[in-house]
């Protein structure tokens, strides 16, 4: 079988120990990289020489293991910076994922910037990571969330955004790529739209585009910018939250502890500098160590090629499923448009039913509402099933998948 694209498939999966294995006697088909990807050795031993060598706690000691682990977690700090362009090492705040890097900036620019009778614009395509921290702000100022609502064809609706921006406007956020349709957003071009009508803040929830795009925060035009470790090769409970030094400088903490003041007295404090403002306690520092060495990684094969060989693996999924009789696949119609995320249905079948079947053939995909219950909503129905594509991944792997698909179907409608 032709590989998909330009990549060293034979030498990434020596990279990744896991994907070698058989469930069932069948071998492995990792196909659930959106919900976690998995980790090439050069990260798990990045991690693990930190804890062989170099760990102790950072910024408090004077002595030679602190020295070295503080080095590498503020040099982690900067490499993650270098990868995304941000204009300061200070501007990346390391935080436990997606999640917590938009509940920061939901809390803390909520209390800077956002008051009774503003608006806050998010769209029906939204993970629950980046609405439900929204629906806790606007209940606790008293203001206004809003939809934009999605075309038939996955993508958010342009013409009612514009119509809903205006004065009120304080927060915009949005993802840069959908977990529960694939769509690539323009983020570019919505930005520009914002900074026309609005005075908003724009913010992007990247957890499903940094792991597979090249991203350039300053080239975007976002004033911040979420993603997480685990779905990049790095390790769980790891995130950053990027955002420009003059909103971060306005923003009041998120949390208090250890690390974040510069003094304390009995009835107040003074804060910290950014980043350390925001990060109370004990950080993750294998954590950050873990990312480097994950952008190290996914730099040293590119992420414009791994973007090539998933938007591959995209278009054969698709040419392939569109022979499966009652199966449509959510989203925009061209893999153009779309990561390497395929989520859909097949008439007269349950997902969580076609996923169970995928399994027992050694296939790895998720069934449900993929933390979007808004989306499959908007698209009529209750779950999809989703398989999603990472740089490990082969043309092999998707015949795979539609065999398996096409089995499901027979065993599940005869
Ligand atoms: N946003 C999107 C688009 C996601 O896909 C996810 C993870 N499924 C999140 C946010 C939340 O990420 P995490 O669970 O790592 O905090």
Not at 309 to 328: C, F, I, P, Q, W
Not at 354 to 365: C, R
Not at 367 to 379: E, F, K
Request: hydrophobic share 40%.
């Amino acid at each position: 079988m032709p590989a998909a694209s330009a990549l060293d498939l034979d030498t990434i999966r020596q990279d990744f120990p896991i994907l070698d294995q058989t469930v069932d006697g069948k071998p492995l088909v990792y196909l659930d990289s959106a919900a976690s990807s998995q980790k090439p050795r050069q990260v798990i031993e990045a991690i693990s020489r930190y804890y062989l060598r170099d760990h102790a706690n950072v910024h408090r000691g004077v002595h030679e293991l602190a020295r070295r682990a503080t080095e590498a977690y503020e040099n982690s700090r900067e490499r993650v910076a270098r990868w995304v362009n941000a204009a300061d090492a200070h501007e990346i705040v390391w935080t436990r994922g997606t999640s917590e890097a938009l509940n920061l900036v939901a809390f803390s620019i909520g209390q800077a910037r956002v008051r009774k009778g503003d608006e806050i614009v998010i769209s029906e395509m939204e993970h629950h990571s980046n609405l439900v921290p929204w629906q806790l702000l606007a209940a606790r100022t008293g203001a206004r969330l809003r939809y934009v609502g999605l075309t038939d064809d996955g993508h958010i609706d342009l013409d009612h955004l514009e119509g809903l921006l205006g004065s009120r406007t304080k927060v915009v956020s949005f993802p840069h790529v959908s977990n529960a349709l694939g769509t690539i957003n323009p983020v570019t071009d919505i930005g520009t739209l914002i900074r026309d009508r609005s005075n908003a803040v724009y913010i992007l929830d990247g957890a499903q585009a940094a792991p597979h795009l090249p991203v350039d925060v300053q080239a975007i035009g976002c004033d911040f910018y979420a993603f997480s470790g685990h779905k990049m090769c790095g390790p769980t409970g790891m995130g950053v939250l990027w955002g420009r030094k003059e909103l971060l400088d306005e923003m009041p903490p998120y949390q208090g502890g250890g690390e974040m003041i510069e003094r304390v007295s009995r009835q107040s404090s003074t804060w910290a500098e950014v980043p350390h403002k925001f990060e109370a306690g004990t950080p993750n520092i294998a954590g950050a160590v873990g990312m480097a060495a994950a952008v190290d990684y996914l730099d040293s094969v590119g992420l414009d090629a791994i973007h090539e060989h998933e938007m591959a693996l995209t278009r054969t999924a698709m040419r392939l499923l569109a022979n499966v009789d009652g199966l449509r696949i959510l989203g925009p119609a061209s893999a153009e448009e779309r990561a390497g995320v395929i989520p859909f249905v097949i008439d007269g079948t349950s997902a969580q039913d076609v996923a169970t079947i995928l399994d027992a053939q050694g296939i790895a995909v998720r069934a449900g509402h993929h933390c979007a219950q808004l989306v499959v909503d908007r698209y009529g129905l209750s779950a999809t099933t989703r398989a999603s594509f990472y740089l490990y991944n082969s043309n092999e792997e998707v015949h795979r998948l539609a065999e398996g698909i096409g089995t499901a179907r027979e065993l599940l409608l005869s």
